[in-house]
């Protein structure tokens, strides 16, 4: 079984896709689900997303960081930590993360979300749905490599590489060395790039918040996506 990390999304993938945005997209995206939400819709772009609004349906999202104008939500892990969407479906619109997820749904078998919060759960999934090739994909942030991602990649790599047998390319060899000579979680997060953005517009709580390791069994999977966006439970 192969084992691969693309620091930035890649675009060709054959088997088993783990797409990660640590800050702040996919641990996002495992919250919405872990507090009820029945399905997430991630959409190419924002007005796709406005074009959902309806009954039962929360629009959350963000540029820059910031909500979206006319969405319900941004995109705060801690602010969705503290909701429950029980008979809601959310549709999400992010600036790296949802865009990441679409390029591995084009062309990945199973895809599946991926944060530090639920980092054994999908470990594991992947683990049990793989045949081939586990593909760990980082969103990164505005095209340049975040180290919140790899670090996260890293610990995925871990996890997967005492589950099983794996040759590992130079992405996951990257990966499993930043992870191995890595601080803690919270550190590393509220150091990195976008770590530091986010705490400079007062969303330290979200990059504390994702920096939680392997709190949650939610591990959101793609569905066949239709033609707006791609669906995941
Ligand atoms: C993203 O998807 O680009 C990130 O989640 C951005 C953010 O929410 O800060």
């Known amino acids: 079984m192969r084992l691969r990390a ?105 895809v599946l979300l991926a944060a530090l919060t639920n980092a054994h759960a999908a470990a594991r999934r992947a683990r049990a749905l793989a045949t081939e090739e586990i593909a760990i994909v980082c969103a990164g942030t505005d095209g340049r490599v975040g180290l919140e991602d790899v670090y996260a990649a890293g610990v995925l790599a871990e996890y997967l590489l005492a589950m099983g047998d794996f040759t590992t390319d130079d992405g996951a060899r990257i990966a499993l060395t930043v992870r191995r000579s890595s601080g803690n979680p919270a550190e590393v997060l509220a150091g990195s790039g976008h770590g530091v953005y986010l705490g400079g517009i007062g969303l330290e709580e979200d990059v504390r918040y994702a920096a939680q390791v392997s709190v949650s069994t939610v591990v959101p999977v793609l569905d066949p996506a239709g033609e707006v966006g791609d669906v995941l439970r």
């Open 6 to 110: 693309d620091l930035l999304p890649h675009g060709a993938y054959s088997d088993v896709v783990l797409v990660v945005d640590v800050l702040r997209a996919t641990t996002t995206a495992v919250t919405y689900l872990e507090r009820g939400a029945e399905a997430l819709l991630l959409t190419a772009t924002p007005e796709v997303a406005l074009a959902q609004r309806g009954e039962g349906i929360v629009l959350a999202g963000e540029r820059g960081g910031w909500p979206i104008p006319g969405f319900d939500l941004g995109n705060s892990p801690a602010e969705a930590a503290t909701q429950t969407f029980a008979g809601q479906s959310v549709v999400m619109n992010t600036t790296n993360g949802t865009a990441a997820a679409h390029i591995a749904a084009a062309s990945g078998k199973h």
